[in-house]
């Protein structure tokens, strides 16, 4: 099919190529009538815009950039990046829009790749996912005036726009459903330190550990499914076991449920188990498993919304996208022996 150029709208329209690109662009300069008249025949010729002409004189990519600080190995098995994807897809491909993904090892390469992006024209907005404490990510998008959506806590943002779910809040609902059972020493597996969620829920814990009296330790992993399984060993095996472990996602939940059995520890009588994300991995266990989640796709489409209406000239906002909640399942129960 040959393509369709502005000259043959032009000659069709008896106007000029000129006259042609004001319309096509939505600029000022030409009359209603010749506009009219212009998108008319544009439509009839069944026109779409050249993405690299577009490209080329500063209009719209019509894509979107994400950098993902993790190992492919590890990105490629953990369900919360897949559900949260497919959710920015289901917004941006109603725009005809595209994501452009890269994964990185270090938050300085994701902000160099994000500048590199933007000053390359090759995106119209950023997501920023996996914020750390003092991100380098953040000031350096700021000083570019990337229109950006960080997926955090307003405290983590530094201003920019941010959508995000209360973490605090799903760490003391987990605390007290575990305490109405019966559990005076948990464990929390959880992810890198440094990582600005993590942090909150840290210190969401301790909190509630010191409101309920209770023992709670945290072991810090790299959210895969193997640093997952040790952990779950170590705090199992030790002199004083843990009778209730909370994990930061499914993967991890799902890797100790096996060490659980494997050492002979029964689900939940010796030990009861919490996830967090609620993916359908949490569905397919026996037991299921307990977990704090919230609807991951749908916090995918808010981030995606709140794209275009930066784009759109929306002021810099933060988002409460949801506030997870526990959905108690059968590997949650009261300690066998306190």
């Given at each position: 099919?040959?393509?369709?150029?502005?000259?043959?709208?032009?000659?069709?329209?008896?106007?000029?190529?000129?006259?042609?690109?004001?319309?096509?662009?939505?600029?000022?300069?030409?009359?209603?009538?010749?506009?009219?008249?212009?998108?008319?025949?544009?439509?009839?010729?069944?026109?779409?815009?050249?993405?690299?002409?577009?490209?080329?004189?500063?209009?719209?990519?019509?894509?979107?950039?994400?950098v993902v600080t993790r190992t492919a190995s590890t990105l490629g098995h953990e369900p919360f990046y897949m559900e949260f994807m497919s959710g920015?897809?289901?917004?941006?491909?109603?725009?005809?829009?595209?994501?452009?993904?890269?994964?990185?090892?270090?938050?300085?390469?994701?902000a160099?790749?994000?500048?590199?992006?933007?000053?390359e024209r090759r995106v119209d907005g950023m997501v920023i996912v996996d914020v750390r404490v003092d991100d380098p990510r953040i000031p350096r998008l700021q000083a570019d005036g990337v229109p950006s959506v960080v997926v955090a806590d307003p405290s983590l943002a530094g201003g920019l726009t941010c959508v995000w779910t209360d973490d605090a809040s799903g760490i003391r609902e987990a605390v007290q459903h575990l305490v109405?059972?019966?559990?005076?020493?948990?464990?929390?597996?959880?992810g890198l330190p440094d990582l600005g969620h993590v942090r909150i829920r840290d210190e969401a814990l301790a909190a509630a550990a010191a409101e309920h009296r209770i023992e709670a330790r945290i072991v810090h992993t790299d959210f895969s499914g193997d640093d997952g399984a040790r952990a779950t060993h170590d705090l199992l095996t030790g002199a004083d076991p843990v009778t209730a472990i909370v994990y930061d996602n499914d993967l991890m939940a799902v890797a100790g449920l096996s060490v659980a059995t494997g050492l002979g520890r029964r689900v939940p009588e010796d030990v009861s188990l919490v996830a967090w994300d609620d993916?359908?991995?949490?569905?397919?266990?026996?037991?299921?498993?307990?977990?704090?989640?919230?609807?991951?796709?749908?916090?995918?489409?808010?981030?995606?919304?709140?794209?275009?209406?930066?784009?759109?000239?929306?002021?810099?906002?933060?988002?409460?996208?949801?506030?997870p909640t526990l959905r108690a399942r059968g590997s949650s129960a009261p300690p066998a022996l306190g």
């Open positions: 099919m040959t393509r369709v150029t502005i000259a043959e709208i032009a000659r069709r329209s008896g106007v000029s190529k000129g006259a042609v690109s004001y319309v096509l662009n939505n600029r000022p300069g030409v009359s209603d009538a010749t506009r009219a008249r212009v998108l008319k025949v544009a439509e009839e010729l069944q026109w779409v815009p050249n993405r690299a002409a577009r490209i080329l004189s500063g209009s719209r990519t019509d894509t979107f950039g994400l920015l897809e289901s917004v941006l491909s109603t725009r005809d829009c595209a994501l452009l993904l890269q994964v990185v090892p270090s938050p300085d390469a994701a160099a790749t994000y500048s590199r992006w933007w000053s109405d059972l019966g559990h005076r020493r948990i464990a929390r597996v959880a993916s359908a991995l949490c569905r397919v266990t026996h037991p299921r498993i307990t977990a704090v989640g919230h609807d991951v796709a749908a916090y995918g489409a808010a981030v995606a919304g709140r794209l275009f209406g930066l784009l759109e000239g929306e002021a810099p906002a933060a988002h409460l996208a949801a506030t």
